[in-house]
């Protein structure tokens, strides 16, 4: 029973996600006939008149778990009489304000009858203000009253409204500092003691004109963002819109087992359905490995049509990043991680693609980017300033498009009141990665993206550092343009506990009697509501079977666009208020908050609800290669590792910090030098670190690869000691026999190419050309390495101090070649731009020779990797000049 009454709230609920109403039906059609059939096994049959219930199955992935609901009749009202009133209130307000053709003097008529507007016009001094600004503004603040926030223009200590004294029973010092607040507000306005002309009065104004010029421009700032929620909402209603669904959420999750048939849709009253979720089934790239290549090399091929989506939106509170020199907080995306932030590192890898491609098909291909920031903590403005710093990445100003989300307001768990840090400044936050779709369509980036000439993009989050290995991220997009899919997730083994959402298969039985099936998430936010606790993470349970959502995905440019621009809640996919965490802001006096709390959010990754594909019938036969929603499988090392919370001292887990990501990334590195017959000690599980450094430090350039069969190619034989440091890099590198005790890092310029000017006289890197080389066989490098005992060590920043190292500096198309010889010590090979160092063993210890790189040479250089390729694999020969 209780998982009944769970399962309803959140199928009434979560709106525009899995469980709401689908567009119009989309005509199912069959995969092209080189598509890797998906097997799909029947469903059971269908469930008795019974309440939901966890179904356990001993058929194939397909059905090992699901949770199914039996025809439900709705009803309404509201559990809560409160709650009702008010949302049926505000509805039928949003529905008069919708009649009036973006009227706003209209909208100011029907806003100034509403009851808690003339209550406010009636005894708020603020109205003397309000007669200074465009009717458009008006509408904005009375909507505010509306929707009850009209404290947010109450001072803190005297509500404004009233002009009474607040009742609320203050601590001493409280009092105190309120009091001395006030006092400096009021030297600060008038110039002078509190006592002077143009002092305020608690009911009021001395001086009119001065009290205007202290309240316009704090006014003025709260305008400018409840414009912003205002415009960003209106497909639900505007900023009264935005409270209705918060009013909605928030009174499903304080009342759920005292009603269990609500609904929040008026038009769904009494309508009837049906659903159950599975397991999905995909391509396994870690197990099906051939196809797992061919796909890959869709993706390759088909670069030149994808774009890519980075949603950097987010605060990362929990990374508690500040700016060493400023103080100030900062975004994750600004992450130093491995020797760079976090943002560099997504473009590294998909310019290891990019470098991938021309190296196959000799053409240059520059990928589009669009970043998604915020106004929290400067992130839209630092991320500016560092691609600005960077140049582009060279890859020129206009192959990116940087577009702001809108913070929206943080709510109080109590009551759904909007929390507030000073007067006219509500506490904001941004509202999850799922406005993207919405705000994309809105700023104009998907038809940036067709002028582009792209169809698909991939999208990945800043603070997975993995999801670039190997050939995830090709796979995925491979088979979404191969198979003119509309929206695929890239997936892996859950780990019990974490916090991360599941993916599911959906089965779902309309109103209208038909069957609409697709993949979805559920977040780990709601899985309470399907009766999804800690309780049920050990092996072999529901939150153990079912796979993991990584926010990694690929999408359909044109379908993502049709779900952005439409008018409709659907826009905003997967809307949750999120209460699992407290809201914490410092109020204008400096004291911190922390308050039970949520804001509205979206989830990017529930677009897929709008991609449900319909039939009449309910099917039992292989399904899943029709839909327009698709899942790929791969190692979890190599699709999700987070950096996205700060280690504690206390934390008993490793798990989505720095510290947890960078063991996974020396497992892979581990992996791929392993299978070129290079000994590398293993890694253990994270327990094993919590109090000392990893067992080596091993960073490879992701244009090695950054597919593993073209990596292996490049590294044979050899080995790696317990306790050195191996970092390589530079793209075009030959290892052949090489031992390494010790440190040695190669680093070069020009590690893929060289910038030149284009005709837009942007600099632009070109792939291949003047590239930093770099040749070692039968070395053998030996020196005292890291000081792993140095209490200033950060491993996952790479910032380590080092007794001794082997250190090759390449500078431009510089080249280093050292062949049968051991570099034992400290050495610093830096090698000029044009010239070739030759390291051997000489009659008395090392022979180095410093050549001209011949002029013919000086673009190709004197050696260089050519790729084929060989059916579905990449086979790589040394082109020596």
């Known amino acids: ?200 009065e608690l009911n009021g104004w001395k001086h009119e004109g001065v009290a205007k010029d202290g309240i316009v421009e704090p006014l003025k700032e709260l305008l400018r963002s409840l414009k912003e929620i205002d415009q960003f909402y209106n497909c639900i209603g505007g900023i009264i819109g935005y409270q209705v669904m918060v009013l909605e959420l928030l009174s499903a999750s304080t009342c759920e087992t005292k009603k269990q048939n609500w609904s929040s849709h008026p038009d769904e009253s009494m309508k009837r359905q049906i659903l159950e979720i599975h397991v999905p089934s995909g391509l396994d790239l870690s197990k099906d490995t051939e196809y797992a290549s061919q796909a890959a090399l869709w993706g390759i091929e088909g670069l030149p049509e994808l774009g890519e989506i980075y949603p950097l939106g987010g605060a990362g509170d929990r990374l508690g990043l500040v700016d060493p020199h400023t103080g100030e907080c900062l975004p994750t995306a600004m992450l130093s991680y491995c020797g760079r932030t976090l943002l560099e590192g997504l473009i590294r890898d998909l310019q290891a693609r990019e470098f991938l491609y021309y190296k196959i098909y000799g053409k240059q291909s520059i990928t589009p980017v669009a970043i998604m920031t915020s106004s929290a903590k ?130 779902k039985k309309n109103a209208d009697g038909k069957w609409a099936y697709g993949l979805s998430c559920i977040e780990y936010t709601e899985f309470e509501k399907f009766g999804i606790t800690e309780k049920t993470t050990a092996p072999g349970s529901l939150q153990a079977e079912f796979p993991a959502n990584t926010n990694i995905l690929y999408v359909d440019l044109a379908s993502a666009e049709r ?67 698709f899942i790929v499988y791969n190692e979890r090392k190599r699709v999700t590792s987070s950096a996205k919370k700060k280690r504690k001292h206390t934390d008993k887990s490793m798990r989505q910090t720095p510290d947890g990501s960078l063991l996974d990334v020396l497992r892979n590195a581990a992996d791929i030098l392993s299978q070129c017959d290079i000994k590398v000690p293993k890694i253990k599980e994270n327990v094993k670190y919590f109090d000392s ?97 140095h209490p200033e060590n950060i491993y996952w920043k790479h910032d380590v101090q080092r007794f001794e190292a082997v250190q090759i500096m390449l500078h431009g198309n510089a080249e280093f070649e050292a062949s049968d010889v051991v570099l034992e010590g400290n050495h610093v090979f830096e090698v000029p731009d044009g010239y070739k160092m030759l390291v051997t063993t000489g009659k008395k210890g090392l022979s180095v020779k410093l050549e001209t790189i011949q002029q013919e040479m000086m673009d190709s250089g004197s050696w260089y990797w050519k790729y084929k390729l060989d059916g579905t694999h990449i086979h790589l020969e040394m082109v020596e000049l």
């Open 378 to 507: 400067n992130n839209h403005e630092r991320i500016t300033s560092l691609c600005e710093r960077l140049g582009w990445f060279g890859r020129g100003q206009s192959s990116f498009q940087l577009f702001e989300q809108p913070l929206v307001p943080a709510v109080s768990a109590k009551d759904g009141q909007w929390l507030v840090s000073k007067p006219f400044a509500p506490v904001c936050k941004p509202g999850g990665h799922g406005v993207i779709w919405k705000l994309a369509y809105d700023k104009g980036i998907f038809k940036w993206f067709s002028g582009h000439g792209r169809k698909g993009a991939t999208v990945r989050q800043v603070s997975n550092v993995v999801a670039g290995t190997d050939l995830t991220l090709l796979a995925l997009a491979g088979m979404g343009l191969r198979h003119g899919k509309k929206l695929g997730f890239a997936s892996c083994d859950r780990k019990s506990g974490a916090t991360e959402g599941i993916n599911v298969l959906v089965e």
């Open 563 to 629: 779900v952005g621009s439409s008018k409709s809640s659907a826009c905003l996919p997967g809307m949750v208020l999120n209460l699992k965490k407290n809201i914490v802001y410092t109020d204008h006096l400096g004291l911190q908050h922390s308050v039970p709390g949520g804001r509205l959010e979206c989830t990017m990754q529930n677009i897929a609800d709008n991609f449900m594909n319909r039939y009449s019938a309910r099917n039992y036969t292989d399904i899943e290669d029709e839909l327009d929603t």
């Open 693 to 789: 450094g990893p067992p080596f430090l091993i960073f490879l350039h992701p244009a090695l690869g950054p597919l593993w069969e073209v990596t292996r190619q490049k590294f044979q034989r050899g080995a790696i000691a317990e306790g050195s440091e191996l970092q390589i890099e530079v793209a075009e590198f030959s290892w052949r026999n090489v031992e390494l005790d010790g440190s040695l890092t190669v680093t070069a310029e020009n590690a893929m190419g060289s910038l030149r000017t284009d005709e837009t006289d942007e600099s632009i890197l070109q792939y291949g050309y003047r590239c930093g080389k770099c040749k070692l066989e039968n070395v053998k490098v030996i020196n005292r390495g890291i000081n792993w005992n």
């Open 1 to 200: 029973m209780a998982h009944t009454t769970n399962l309803n709230h959140i199928l009434l609920l979560h709106h525009n996600n899995l469980f709401s109403s689908y567009p119009p039906p989309t005509t199912s059609t069959s995969s092209s006939s080189s598509a890797k059939p998906l097997s799909f096994k029947p469903p059971p049959p269908p469930p008795p008149p019974l309440h939901s219930l966890f179904l356990p199955s001993y058929s194939s992935r397909v059905t090992k778990c699901g949770v199914t609901t039996v025809p439900v009749a709705y009803s309404s009202p509201l559990p809560d009489s409160d709650f009702a009133k008010e949302i049926s209130r505000l509805k039928l307000l949003i529905s008069k304000l919708s009649s009036t053709s973006e009227n706003p003097k209209l909208k100011l008529e029907i806003l100034n009858r509403d009851y808690r507007v003339k209550e406010f016009l009636k005894k708020s001094q603020l109205v003397r203000v309000l007669n200074q600004f465009e009717v458009h503004d008006v509408v904005s603040i009375l909507s505010l009253v509306a929707c009850g926030q009209q404290h947010v223009l109450s001072s803190q200590e005297f509500d404004f409204v009233e002009g009474k004294k607040n009742k609320k029973k203050r601590s001493s010092l409280r009092s105190v500092l309120f009091g001395l607040a006030e006092m400096v507000e009021n030297w600060d306005i008038h110039g002078g003691g509190a006592g002077g002309a143009g002092g305020r």
